[in-house]
Each structure stands twice: as C-alpha cells, then as structure tokens.
C-alpha cells in the first residue's frame, strides 16, 4: 500500500499577504481514491491553501507533488492540465449560455464551435452514464437549479481530465436533499478512482463523506485525522483552540404582545415573476421567529420588503400600526423610524459599504440620526468615531480599531459590526438574514447568543437562515417557506431537519410517503 | 498586503505616469528634429518663470479647477459626467444674461450674481441627463454627450439669432464695466512693479479655490457626501440604508452640472467680459483628466489643474517660440491625458507588484516584536 503515491501532496507550503501569514507550512497528503474534508474558521487559511493548489497565488515556500511529480502551478492552466479541477462555492457559469456551451468555454478545440460542441455532447454523454450526473446538455444555465448548476461545475472539471476535484462550501446552496444527491455523486467519483478535496465549515459534511480529515486554525494545519476516529466535538475544538458549545443554550420563551403582523403580502417583481404568495405569520415580543427555506424562495424579498427597499401589496402592521408599503414612507428610514432593524442577509453588499472605515458603517442606515450630527451641516464624525471605539468593543470586533475599511475584517467581524449597529439602537422589532454565513465557529456562538439576549429582553426577531441546524436551535417557532408561499408553522420540539426538509423542497408529510 | 501604501497610490502612480509621458513626448519631439530637453525648459520657464506666464497657467487652471471638481463630485456617486462641456456653455450663457440684464453697481456683486447664474444654468444643463437616468435608466454617458452637442447648437443659435451685439461677430456684446473682475495684474501690482501684466487670471481663480474646499467639506464632512460616496461604492448597500437612489444621482448630477457652469466666471466674466462662441475651448473635457489624474480628491484636482494648466500655456509658448507645430502641443497633452487617465492601471499593476515583492520579509517583525529596530 505505502508504495502508491498520493494523489497530491503539499509539503511546507507558507503563503503571507503582507503581515499576514495566511499559509504557514502547510503539509497534506491526499490518497488516490478518497475523499479529504478540510475544515477550519473563515480566515483560517483553506481558500488561500487551494488558491495555490489551483494557481491563483503562488506559495511563497513549498513543494506540490501530484502523484509522486513536483509540479509548479502558476496559474490555473497549469492546474488543470496537472488533472486539478475546482468547484467554486459561486459559480463561474455564463447564465445565458446552454450547459454544452460552458462546459466547453475555454477548452474549445479550434476556432469553429461545432466540432467542439459535438464533442462535449458525446463525452458528456459518457460522463453521465459513469458517474450518474444527468443533465439537460441543451438546458440554458439559469433556468436550471443551483443543484443543477453545480453538477455543470463538476462536468466541467471532469470534461478537463480532472482526477483530483476540489470543492469549496458546496453545500451552502443546496437544500438537504441536493446535499444528499451531491454525496451520492461523491461517492461515484470515489469509487471510479477519483480524488476529492472538500472544502467546508459544516461539521456533519464530513463527518458523513470523508475519508480523512484535516483541521485548519490561523493558517496552520492542526491536526490530520481518519474520519473514522474523531468526533464533531473534537474537530470543533480543533478548528476553535478551545471547547465550543455547539448548541444554543436559552430558556423557553415569554412571548408577549405582537410587533409584527404581516397580512397576504404579494410580490411580483419586474418580469411579472410572483415572488411572495399571500404570505401571512405574527411575530411577538421576546420570541424568534425562524424562517426556513432553501435560498431563493422568496425569503429575502420577505426582508427587503421589511426593510423597506422592495415594494409590495398587502398589510404589514407594526406595534399595531399599519406601515407604507409603497409610497413616499415606505423607504428603509422611515423603517428604522418605526423600530425596525435589519441584518441584512448579504453583508458585503448591502449590510456595509466595504470600502468604508469601521466608524463610518457603524452609522449606516443611521447617519440622520441627530445624535450622529454636529451642527445642521457637518455630521460629528469625533462622536461616530467614539460611539464606534465602544460598541467594537461590546461586540468583541477584532480588531477593534474604527479606522479599518470594512473590507479588512473577517467575515465574521463585519457580522459584528452589523450587529453591533442594528441591535445597539435598541429596537422593537429585529430582521436578521443568514446571521452566521460565513461566520467561523467561534464567533457563531457569539452571535447566537447576543440573538438570544435581544429576544430575553423583550424584542420581536424574525430570523431568515438557509442552514436548517440554526433555524432548529434558535427559533421559538418556525415557519416553512417554499416558492413565495408560507407551508405552515412548526414548534422546533415537535418537528425534525427531515420533516422541515420535505417542507422546504414543497411537500408536506403526506404526499412524502 | 493587496495594495500600497496611500502616498505610492496618490503620488507615485500619476508621478510616474507623467513620466512616462514626457518620455514619449520626447522621443516624438526628437523624431521631427527638435531638442526635447529645450522645449522642456522653454515650456517650464514660458509657463512658470515669470509673473506672466502663471498669470495664463492660472487662468487655465482655474478652468480645469471647476471642470475636474464638477467630473470628481460625479465620480464620488459613480456617475461619469462627460458632460462638462456642454454644462460649462449654458453656465456662460447664464453668467451673458446676468451680467448683460442686470444693472450691477459693483463687481462684487456681480460675482456672487453671476457665479449664480452660472451654476444654476450649467446644473439645469445636467439636471435632464439625471433624471434620465434617474428613472429611465438612460445612460448618463452617452446623454451628457448628446447634450454636449445640444448645448453648442443652442449657443450658436442664440449668439446668431438673440443675443449678437452689432457687427459680423456671433457674440454678445461687451458686459457692462461694472461687472468686469479684477485681474491679477489688478490686484498683485503694487506701485512700479507691475506683476501679470495682460494675463487673464483674475479673482475667479479664488472662487475656484474657494470650491475646492467646498467640495472637500461637502464630500468627506456632510451627511450628503456620505451619502453620495456609499451610493457611488454600493447601490444595493445604499438601498438598504434608505438612502434613494433617485435623490443621489440628481443632486451629485447638480453639483456636478453647477461647478461646470461655474467655470463661466473666469473666462466669460474674467477673461472674455461678452460671450463668444466656443469659449469652453474643451475644457469640459480636460476636467476628466484632471479628476482622473486627482483621485477626485479635491487637493489633488487642484494640483492636476495647475499641472494642465501648465501644459496649456506651456504648450502655447512652444508654439510661439519653436518650429515645433501647434498640433504637436496637442499630442503633448494627448499623451498626458492618455497616461494619467486612461493608461492608470498599466502604471498602478507593475507598481503594486513591487511593492508586494518589497513588503514580503515585513511578516517576520510583525510576528516578533521585539525584533522592530527603532521606531
């Protein structure tokens, strides 16, 4: 056995982006024929390690060897033709274009297409049948599904020769059942002999797939284990330095008078698409209101419209007041007027302007505030800048230094400084979309907790997450939401991820059976 | 580190721009037969060596001052207003009407009317593009182009048809004295010394200042400028702010349209004293360059309008001075335009590969610290 070369090996590769080393002596060895989960915090260093795998960065130091050969990897080019193929967590699919048409972008084989595409359409026709990945050749990539979308990634990697895939979070879209699929896929792949690295944060992934483990902190490798014998709690310390309560502690709650009613809301958007369908639940004071729901099903327009950037018809009523939903106070100020505070689901585009410093986020939204101005001209920037110094450190931003653009921290440190600005002004009623994507471990206790310590305090929260286990574990009741129409509420004691999983691909209970 | 440091970005890259298109300057220079070193020094000393040549280096500048601030403050929203030229005719024509049908009893009044007139004309020039793109999505390019050409026939008809003074010449006639502002040459010469004598730099070169430091409060001090920058570096992050979208894009499009009209205080009310055709002379233009080439920072459209500035009169005295030809000058500028605009990134990419590869052995002393030398 010993004499088989792995199928790719790293030896002290270290990669630093100034004073930062993102990547210090990495060493990995990967068997042919298995698949090996990576998983570590954000920020831990396993998208710069496959960067360098892939030839987007070049290593400061280190060695790759791919079946026993040194190989240099300048660019990707060169990583494909070393047999390395990468799936993206976002796509880089052409939306418009059919699925022969991308899985041949950028390996057509001279100027004319239609030998090409003739091509493709055999060998992918011969890449279906060895590894069951079905898919409509002629299908236009963005009226197929993400699970979909994602079986075009791996063909196109396979189309290249690929022995060794790489997968980067590719379960993030997928609902449980996609998940599944995926793993089945997976599996195939393995037993054809290929070799597949995956990336991910979630603990149940690889402990349900993987061969081997290895466990990233602070860019370095901590620990290389068999599946087999280590256990979620282990590799959460592992990744985390220390012991981490991986569920939420709360007591049951005191609901008290209802702050949100939302009465047959309807959305249609600008291609005359129903994106809401009559949509109608409560949510009380001091409760969480957990939405569930594979991405794309109507949930953030749900937000949007809460937050006051997306129109729509039907009656919204706050404190018991009835809220504009389409004229002139129907905008996200008029919104924060009422108690409405909004995390929204995308930070990086809209819950922080990137380029901004820390102090200048930590009033967004709520740069009218008077509080916030010196005079009737000049904003206070001294008081923002001071006001910001406290709340970085209320929130345990790292670092907690106000005049870093917001696109210097973690993924889970601009989450803090969301939250620190929305949940410091102290309001009724809290929108909180996708809390801890892209959040690492440690700072996804934080957040829970301080969800937990708002609704103690009597606040209504109405939590969106595409990730079933936080839904499970915050949310006093939950509500299924599939294709812009509410499936119906469950108790988290009375259901289970299967349950809520058939609820979220459409079905109820019966019609599963 | 992903990028350089703040003074490589803001000095170094248009410095070594610059440089780079002195140096083809001179290899063109060199290629019809003349000494580039020699039109080098005739263009620094025509244009900066005496009272008189800064007194035609600062009337350009204060040109391209209100010309490039007009192009940055779009900028900042991340509107492209290539419409400058147009903006800054209607702020001539507003400055001819208020100067010609308002009896002013001094220039200090006439100033704050005309700077006025000025900026409402050209922001009323910009106001159409906006709301167009605003609420129908029109891109602002290719309307403020359009309106460029608008604004010149609309010139051309009214200086033929409305406002001509008696004679062959399309212009108005002169303004009345009472409106004229006072020149450099008025103001800097103290008894026998006689500073920028028969210069156009007048008082509009303060307004211009005057501006700059208007718009750097406005853009980094006010809610409003805050709202603009988050509106111009996100458009969905600014949605969710509350911040309306429709609100931004008109009022950066105002300010940008009023600080192009405003240019008509210096060379229609300083310089000229009655409307002629073309008296922007593509100044509109030259703003994109200079806001390109000054970060749309303020400070630095001031120092790129003195650098243009320059290149202008300096370019002139060439043309006097040598058998170097007039077009030739143009290529000059050309050139200069094309490296510190459009040619940025082929400086800024290989600088910043060297700064990264300079930065590398930093991590070392940043792990340890006690390994810093000094301090």
Known sequence: MTDIAPAIELKGISKAFGPVQANKDIAIRVMPGTI?????????????????????????????????RKVQIPDSQAAIAAGIGMVFQHFKLVENFTVLENVILGAEDGAMLRPSLAKARRELKALAEEYGLNVEPDAVIEDIGVGMQQRVEILKALYRQADILILDEPTGVLTPAEADQLFRILERLREEGKTIILITHKLREIMEITDTVSVMRRGEMTATVKTANTSPPELAELMVGRKVLLRVDKEPAKPGAKVLEVRDLNITDDKGVHRLKGVSFEVRAGEILGIAGVAGNGQSELLEVLGGYEKATGEILVNGEKIDLTGSKSDGQSRRARGIAHVPEDRQREGLIMD??????????YHHDPKYQRNRLLMDNAAIKKDTADKMERFDVRPPDPFLQAKSFSGGNQQKIVLAREMERDPDLLLIGQPTRGVDIGAIEFIHQQIIALRDQGKAILLVSVELEEILSLSDRIAVIFDGKMMGERLPADTDENELGLMMAGMTKGEAA | MERMPKWADVILVPLVSLILAAIISALVILAIGENPWAALKLMVSGALGSSYGWGYTLYYATNFIF???????????????????????????????????????????????????????????????????????????????????MAAALL??????????????????????????????????????????????????????????????????????????????????????????????????IISGGLAGMMAVNNVMGEAERLVLNAVEGAGFIGIAVALMGRSHPFGVFLAAILFGFLYQGGAELALWTSIPREMIVVIQALVIMFTGALDQMVRAPLEKVFIAFNK???EPQAKPQAKMGG
Request: proline content about 5%.
């Open chain 1, 36 to 68: 090996h989960g990576i998983i570590g915090e954000n920020g831990a260093g396993k998208s710069t390690l496959m960067s360098i795998l892939y030839g987007f960065y070049k290593a400061d130091k280190g060695e790759i060897f791919i079946s026993g």
């Open chain 1, 356 to 365: 901004y410093f820390a102090w200048e986020n930590m009033v967004f939204g």
């Open chain 2, 67 to 149: 010309t490039g601030l007009a192009v940055a403050i779009a900028f900042h929203a991340r509107m492209f207003n290539i419409g400058g030229e147009g903006q800054a005719i209607l702020g001539g024509l507003g400055v001819a009407i208020v100067c010609l049908y308002i009896p002013w009893p001094h220039w200090t009044l006439a100033i704050l009317g005309a700077t006025a007139g000025a900026a409402l004309f050209g922001a009323a020039w910009a106001v159409i593009p906006a709301f167009l793109q605003a609420k129908r999505g029109s891109h602002i390019v290719i309307t403020t182009i359009m309106f460029n050409f």
């Open chain 2, 156 to 253: 051309n008809y009214l200086l033929v048809n409305q406002l001509k003074a008696p004679g062959m010449e399309p212009a108005t006639s002169k303004f009345p004295e009472a409106t004229n502002l006072p020149s450099f040459q008025d103001m800097f010469s103290f008894g026998e010394t006689t500073l920028f004598r028969g210069t156009p730099a007048n008082v509009a070169f303060f307004v211009a200042v005057l501006a700059c430091i208007a718009i750097w409060v406005l853009i980094w001090k006010t809610r409003l400028g805050y709202e603009i920058r988050a509106f111009g570096h996100s458009e969905s992050a600014a949605k969710y702010a509350g911040i309306s979208p429709t609100k931004i894009i008109m009022v950066s499009m």
């Open chain 2, 361 to 363: 052995p930093q991590p």
